[in-house]
Structures are given as C-alpha cells and as structure tokens.
C-alpha cells in the first residue's frame, strides 16, 4: 500500500500520552497514532452516514414530534403513562 507523511502539531500533552501508550503497549509512535487516526475517521464516516439515514427518515415523515415524546416522557411519573410513540 501506498503511504504519504502527513504532519501536525499536536499539544504537548496529546504527545506525551502517545508517547506513554506506545511505550506501554510496545508499538511504534507512528502505529499508534495510526491506528488513532483510522478510528476517528471510521467514527466520522458512520455518524456522516448515520446522519444522511436520519436526514432521510425527517424527509420521508418517519420522526416522533418532540411534543409527543415529551408528553410521554412526563407520563412515565404518573400512574397511568402513555404508550411510547411511535412514527
């Protein structure tokens, strides 16, 4: 596989930290940070992904309106709650 260097000042005690786990686990600086790296991008891609799913269900009218959810939720103290609602 192809790579490139990719640099970035980083707070001095985000460095020490790296530091710390790599000496910890016994990795290379550069494999912890990215591995560190490949986690928060597969993180940002699924909440990106997630988000267009969500986007779309408010599109197709499949949401629960907050006023509906808050009344259920104030009815949970009562000794007779609403039904969960639904879409």
């Known amino acids: 596989m192809e790579t490139r260097v990719l640099t970035a000042r980083i707070p001095l ?7 710390d786990l790599a000496e910890r686990i016994d990795r290379p600086k550069a ?6 790296l490949a ?5 940002e891609d699924e909440r990106y992904r997630l988000t267009l799913e969500a986007l779309a269900e408010v599109d197709q009218g499949l949401f629960i309106d907050h006023s509906e ?3 259920w939720a104030e009815s949970l103290d009562t000794e007779t709650p609403l039904p969960i609602p639904h879409a």
């Open 69 to 71: 959810v808050q009344m």
């Open 31 to 36: 494999w912890v940070v990215k591995q560190a």
């Open 13 to 19: 005690p985000l460095a020490e930290k790296v530091d």
């Open 39 to 43: 986690a928060w991008v597969a993180q």
